[in-house]
């Protein structure tokens, strides 16, 4: 019922900066975690950031200086802004949503964006 849209990757040159966007289509009522994870080449995903309903943010510590996640106003979009790039950043990055209520309903799940990839030159 819901799906995640992505935007904003592409190819960067390091030191550059990138804006990943992330919306969730379908009739949400609430979300408790929003965030985003990314997989290098040949690595397993793991977590970048994530942002609680609440507004507390958490990051990596490889990125913890450099990027900022945020939500927007209806509580349904999530961005990354990713500053000082570099070229260990390359990755498919994944954004995410838990514990999502869906109006009309009362189970909680998580859902997961399709990946775009970013990509940062030397």
């Known amino acids: 019922q819901v799906q995640l849209v992505e935007s904003g990757g592409g190819l960067v040159q390091a030191g550059g900066s990138l804006r990943l966007s992330c919306a969730a289509s379908g009739s949400i009522a609430s979300i408790s975690v929003m965030g985003w994870y990314r997989q290098p080449p040949g690595e397993q995903r793991e977590l970048v950031a994530r942002i609680t309903d609440g507004g507390d943010t958490s990051y990596a510590e490889s990125v913890k200086d450099r990027f900022i996640i945020s939500s927007g106003n209806a509580e349904n979009k999530v961005y990354l802004g990713m500053n000082s790039l570099k070229p260990e950043d390359t990755a498919v990055y994944y954004c995410?949503?838990?514990?999502?209520?869906?109006?009309?309903?009362?189970?909680?799940?998580?859902?997961w964006g399709q990946g775009t990839q970013v990509t940062v030159s030397s």
């Open positions: 995410y949503f838990g514990g999502v209520r869906v109006r009309s309903a009362w189970i909680l799940s998580d859902y």
